[in-house]
């Protein structure tokens, strides 16, 4: 979704009680993050804890916006994945250095 595009979905939504500036902070977090979503909730945590007080619960700020955490599986395939490699790799069947799990899964363009 562009910028624009949000902006008027959430016009839409709030109609008249709308004011930009009120959301050009939150806007930009999340423009900034560039598609990343684990960074786009993080920079929305940070501002969601800027507008509850000290006093407010944490446990409530948690509830709001959860810190990631792996699904299971995730971790299992993962760790599977490595797993093969290191066998290929006791096997002869990959010779060099071995690459990582983020250059698997994100192989450089040529």
């Known amino acids: 979704m562009t910028l624009p595009q949000a902006e008027e979905h959430l016009k839409?939504?709030?109609r008249n009680k709308y004011v930009e500036l009120?959301?050009?902070e939150s806007f930009k977090a999340v423009m900034d993050a560039e598609n990343?979503?684990?960074h786009a909730l993080?920079?929305?945590?940070?501002l969601t804890n800027k507008l509850f007080k000290p006093q407010s619960n944490p446990v409530t700020l948690n509830i709001l916006l959860p810190s990631h955490v792996p699904p299971c599986q995730l971790v299992a395939l993962e760790k599977d994945q490595v797993d093969t490699v290191l066998e290929l790799k006791k096997r002869n069947r990959v010779v060099g250095t071995l690459l990582t799990l983020e250059e698997m899964l994100n192989p450089?363009?040529?």
């Open 12 to 14: 839409a939504y709030l």
């Open 22 to 24: 009120e959301w050009r």
């Open 36 to 38: 990343d979503a684990l």
């Open 42 to 46: 993080e920079a929305i945590k940070q």
């Open 108 to 110: 450089v363009q040529e």
